[in-house]
């Protein structure tokens, strides 16, 4: 019983990093967000009113980014410190740096992808713009996002993102049908499975 009780405590432990406590942003909190972010809306062609709307819906539960991103080509130096790198060196910095803050907030990539050919199926769309990335990821809640927003690392590294991305968008989704396991099935099979042999080695040789 102690093999499977530890078994369930941790699942449910990971359950509560994974999924979080849930609590819609309030108010107060969307609106210091907001004000923090200063001229940076703007000096990236976003639409703050878009964002608030976004906030200010927040139901508390986990959402996907679909994000379609067309690196720069060739070598682009940054004005400041001189530094070369391709664009896709410098998109690289830039999301080592936020892929590890996101699963230190219960998020993570969920699918990460080249563009291997133009549009296939395009109605009334403006032409392809050479994406050549996109990517899936998750985050936790919407508190998370605002949370990895004003993050000073995260901040820090933004300019590697402009320096390597020549043109994106982003829109947040949320799941209504998929057919892949999940990380809260596979952390409480790979658990279980850990629990049921340590069982049976107690049971072989205990």
């Not at 830039?94 to 133009?118: A, I, N």
Request: a positive charge; aromatic letters at 10%; proline letters at 5%.
């Amino acid at each position: 019983m102690a093999i499977w009780s530890a078994a369930l405590l941790l699942w449910l432990g990971f359950r509560l990093f994974y999924d979080g406590l849930r609590r819609p942003l309030r108010p107060h909190e969307i609106e210091t967000f907001l004000a923090g972010l200063g001229a940076r809306m703007d000096a990236t062609g976003n639409d703050a009113a878009r964002l608030r709307a976004f906030l200010e819906a927040d139901d508390g539960r986990e959402f996907v980014m679909l994000n379609l991103v067309k690196t720069r080509p060739g070598i682009v130096a940054d004005p400041d410190s001189g530094e070369a790198l391709g664009g896709a060196a410098w998109l690289g910095r830039y999301s080592r740096v936020f892929v590890r803050g996101l699963m230190r907030r219960g998020g993570h990539p969920l699918f990460v992808g080249r563009k291997v050919g133009g549009y296939i199926d395009a109605w009334n769309m403006p032409a392809d713009p050479g994406w050549t990335l996109f990517g899936t990821m998750r985050y936790r809640s919407r508190r998370d996002l605002i949370h990895m927003a004003g993050d000073p690392a995260f901040r820090a590294v933004h300019p590697a993102k402009l320096l390597g991305t020549e043109a994106t968008f982003s829109f947040p989704a949320q799941r209504i049908l998929g057919f892949h396991a999940g990380p809260r099935t596979t952390v409480g099979l790979a658990l279980a499975l850990c629990a049921a042999l340590g069982h049976i080695a107690i049971l072989t040789w205990g």
